[in-house]
Antibody
């Protein structure tokens, strides 16, 4: 059974940093494209980042590019999201999600989410 | 960036109803449209990918159709566990974008 378990969410001040982790099990982690998707309280879903099987292939939307860094450790089966220069609008539940296959951006498995709150 | 709109929102229905949710893209996305279900406090769940392909372990009462800019998600006979919010998502071009969601609630 595929399992994704996020951790690292916390209350952080504006301008601060945080690193999220997503521990994966139940599938061959190194074979899959992985993603972060967030959801602000009471709002819809927003794609945050994608990392392909090769860690050099990384993608971000404009809203986080230059502030967030996605990475993966295929030996530890873990996905990361380093978040710097955090803003109030980054407050959200952050989900890691696995691609169904290849580069389809079809997210077939999700973690339970971890809450990041940016506030002074 | 490709924009997605959904209608109606919200959608009030009863158990046993046939329910249809529409999603429209701001430009043609071929069939690169996916549907998710989300219940309160839970992660989204993939229902349909590539406009009409049923994800494994998803009930066959869910179906999808469409291509180009107009797509629909249909629930053939609404069940109590189907009351949730449904999101469409395009995977045609980066950045991946989601629709605003359609909440299906009790009439």
């Amino acid at each position: 059974e595929v399992q994704l378990l996020e951790s690292g969410g916390a209350l952080v001040q504006p301008g601060g940093s945080l690193r999220l982790s997503c521990a994966a099990s139940g599938f061959t982690f190194s074979n899959y494209v992985m993603n972060w998707v967030r959801q602000a309280p009471g709002k819809g879903l927003e794609w945050v980042s994608t990392i392909r099987r090769s860690p050099n292939n990384i993608f971000y939307p404009d809203s986080v590019r230059g502030r967030f860094t996605i990475s993966r450790d295929n030996l530890k089966n873990t996905l990361y999201l380093q978040m710097n220069s955090l803003r109030a609008e980054d407050t959200a539940v952050y989900y890691c999600a696995k691609n169904r296959v290849d580069d389809t951006s079809q997210f077939d498995s999700w973690g339970q989410g971890t809450l990041v709150t940016v506030s002074s | 960036e490709i924009q997605l709109t959904q209608s109606p929102s919200p959608l009030s229905a009863s158990v046993g109803d046939r329910v249809t949710i529409a999603c429209r893209a701001s430009q043609s996305i071929s069939v690169f449209l996916n549907w998710y279900q989300q219940k309160p406090g839970r992660a989204p769940k993939l229902l349909i990918y590539d406009a009409s392909s049923l994800q494994s372990d998803v009930s066959s009462r869910f179906s999808g159709s469409g291509s180009g800019t107009d797509f629909t998600l249909t629930i053939s006979s609404l069940q109590p566990e189907d009351f949730a919010t449904y999101y469409c998502q395009q995977s045609y071009r980066a950045p991946v974008t989601f629709g605003p969601g359609t909440e299906v609630d009790f009439k």
